[in-house]
């Protein structure tokens, strides 16, 4: 059977396309405007006003600068070490999390569930988290940025409402033959749930990698900074101390630095996303209906 469409349906069309292109463009200009900006002549840059689309004239030599900078270096190889260590704390928490409070018979789920939950409208503030992580010994160190965020709130829920899906026939053929609740979510639940299982991966990644809040509070020593962190600070001091080059004019260099810096800090993350796309629609939809 054919579907026919009306001229309802083509006019409706034609505005949804032209709605989305509009959104596309206002999302995509702003990254292609800083792409231009780092790959253009540093004074053509500042001679430059209005809409950019395409690099007035053509110079590296801010990204020249910025790689000359140790601080980028350190920040990228301290932000794998968030983003891997973190990622992995993350989702093996909050799929344990997520497993206990899927399952029926727990005791005091129910309660615990409205706990967690209550997080995501109240905390303790800056401060009770502050004294809270150097009371316990983690000020100034890695551990202050992979423990106390270890678990998002709603990542926990939609895991948790992915696992309900599952057929219960499954854990109790399962644990028919011997298996234990972890080898029930790490060999069944979690393989079951990858599509929503990716999604929290990435979505932990991204936390992670852009992160750079916590570090600035509960860190002191420069070596353990996330790469966003010398990002915030080039941005804010429009320089870096990278630039030893004594025949550089650093007015003319100063945005160009910052723009290869936000290309270079943001880059690697972006690459990630293509290869996440297809579990989208798949893993959040899963995760947030009920069966």
């Given at each position: 059977m054919?579907?026919r469409?009306t001229t309802?349906?083509?006019i409706?069309l034609a505005i949804d396309?032209?709605?989305m292109?509009l959104?596309?463009?206002?999302?995509l200009?702003?990254?292609?405007?800083?792409?231009?900006?780092?790959?253009?002549?540093?004074?053509?840059?500042?001679?430059h006003?209005g809409v950019?689309?395409w690099?007035r004239?053509?110079?590296?030599k801010?990204?020249?600068?910025?790689?000359?900078?140790p601080n980028?270096?350190?920040?990228?190889?301290n932000?794998a070490v968030?983003?891997g260590?973190?990622?992995?704390?993350n989702?093996?928490?909050?799929t344990?999390?997520?497993?206990?409070?899927s399952?029926?018979?727990?005791?005091?789920?129910k309660g615990i569930?409205?706990?967690i939950?209550?997080?995501?409208y109240?905390?303790?503030?800056?401060?009770p988290?502050?004294?809270l992580?150097?009371?316990?010994?983690l000020y100034?160190s890695?551990?202050?940025l992979?423990?106390p965020?270890a678990i998002?709130?709603w990542?926990l829920i939609?895991?948790?409402t992915s696992f309900?899906?599952?057929?219960?026939s499954?854990e109790?053929s399962?644990?028919?033959?011997?298996?234990?609740?972890?080898v029930?979510l790490f060999?069944?639940?979690?393989?079951v749930?990858k599509?929503?299982?990716?999604?929290m991966?990435?979505?932990?990644?991204?936390?992670?990698?852009?992160?750079w809040?916590n570090?600035?509070?509960y860190?002191?020593?420069?070596?353990?900074?996330p790469?966003?962190?010398f990002?915030?600070?080039?941005?804010?001091s429009?320089?870096?101390?990278g630039n030893?080059n004594p025949?550089?004019?650093v007015?003319?260099?100063d945005?160009?630095?910052k723009?290869?810096t936000?290309?270079?800090?943001?880059v690697?993350?972006l690459?990630?996303y293509?290869f996440?796309?297809?579990?989208f629609?798949?893993?959040?939809m899963?995760?947030s209906?009920k069966?």
């Open positions: 054919v579907e469409t309802g349906d083509k409706f396309y032209v709605l292109g959104i596309a463009v206002v999302c200009y702003p990254m292609l405007h800083v792409l231009c900006a780092s790959l253009s002549d540093p004074l053509q840059l500042m001679n006003t950019l689309l690099p004239g053509y110079s590296l801010g990204y020249e600068i910025v790689l000359q900078n980028i270096l350190t920040g990228y190889l932000t968030y983003v260590f973190g990622t992995f704390i989702i093996l928490l909050s344990m999390g997520a497993y206990a409070l399952r029926k018979g727990y005791m005091f789920k569930t409205i706990g939950v209550f997080t995501m109240f905390s303790g503030g800056l401060i988290n502050f004294l992580v150097k009371g316990i010994g100034n890695r551990w202050a992979l423990l965020g998002a709130t990542n939609v895991m948790k309900q899906a599952i057929p219960a499954l109790e399962a644990k028919i033959d011997g298996a234990n609740d972890f029930v060999q069944i639940f979690m393989p749930a599509a929503t299982l990716a999604v991966i990435l979505f932990y990644a991204v936390a992670n990698w852009n992160s809040f570090a600035m509070i860190l002191q020593d420069r070596k353990k900074y790469l966003q962190l990002l915030r600070e080039i941005l804010i429009n320089s870096t101390s030893t025949d550089a004019d007015f003319f260099l945005e160009v630095i723009y290869a936000i290309i270079i800090t943001t690697p993350i690459c990630v293509p996440a796309q297809k579990y629609m798949s893993g959040v899963l995760g209906l069966e």
